[in-house]
């Protein structure tokens, strides 16, 4: 079974611009989440997506945006970039349910460089 | 507000040596805990989830436990190998806030493993 994939894997954009990351979850997932990691701050929840809807939201600005097609896939945007958005973006998924028996599994990241 | 603390931050073993990885969270009603592996630049493996109403899990070399009541859990990696070489991170999912997969990660210890 494939795991999480998300593209692209390395981003270098300049201030200002716009970017948009995808994330395909694992086949049957219907849950995807975003996660910011940062040396400073480490791991931080953006917002979760299920089955098209925000589920939760993280506490970041409303530059951080994102949505989820039918089969399940996400992306996230983020417009007028700032030096700050440097970061390894990470994409998290797992199946419908929220027991505690729901395992999350993470992709291999988007790293974004901000200049 | 859930937070999350890991202890040591670092750790540096000779191979072979039994070690443990602390986690230590404030609110005990959590759905969770997952432990993971992340190896510099890369995104998360999972390596053991335990649920809320478990005291323990075990996969290999790696047993994890949760005491609920103290809010703590711990990794115990056994007969440790320089491939274990990585930062450590545990994230709990909490009872509260809707339905969420929402997870809130400590700061991780990285592991070092001397050859």
């Known amino acids: 079974k494939a795991g999480v994939t998300q593209t692209p894997r390395y981003l270098i954009k300049t201030r200002g611009q716009q970017v948009t990351l995808s994330c395909s979850p694992i086949s049957g997932h219907r849950s995807v989440s975003w996660y910011q990691q940062t040396p400073g701050q480490g791991l931080q929840f953006l917002f979760e997506?299920?089955?098209?809807?925000?589920?939760n939201k993280g506490n970041f600005p409303g530059r951080f945006s994102g949505r989820q097609f039918s089969n399940s896939r996400s992306e996230m945007n983020v417009s007028t970039l700032e030096l700050g958005d440097s970061a390894l973006y990470l994409c998290?998924?797992?199946?419908?349910?929220?027991?505690?028996?729901?395992?999350?599994?993470f992709g291999p990241g988007t790293r974004l460089t901000v200049l | 507000k859930q937070e999350v603390t890991q202890i040591p931050a670092a750790l540096s073993v000779p191979e072979g040596e039994n070690l443990v990885l602390n986690c230590s969270f404030t609110?005990?009603?959590?759905?969770?805990l997952q432990w993971f592996r992340q190896d510099p630049g890369k995104g998360l493996t999972s390596l053991l989830l335990?649920?809320?109403?478990?005291r323990e899990q075990t996969s290999g070399r790696l047993n994890a436990s949760l005491d609920k009541s103290s809010g703590r859990s711990t990794l115990y990696i056994a007969a440790s190998q320089p491939g274990d070489s990585a930062t450590y991170l545990c994230a709990v999912r909490g009872l509260y806030g809707g339905a969420t997969n929402k997870l809130i990660f400590g700061t991780g210890t990285l592991l070092a493993v001397q050859p």
């Open positions: 997506y299920f089955s098209e809807t925000q589920r």
């Open positions: 998290a998924s797992s199946l419908s349910g929220t027991g505690g028996w729901n395992e999350q599994f």
């Open positions: 335990i649920q809320s109403s478990q």
């Open positions: 609110d005990s009603a959590i759905y969770n």
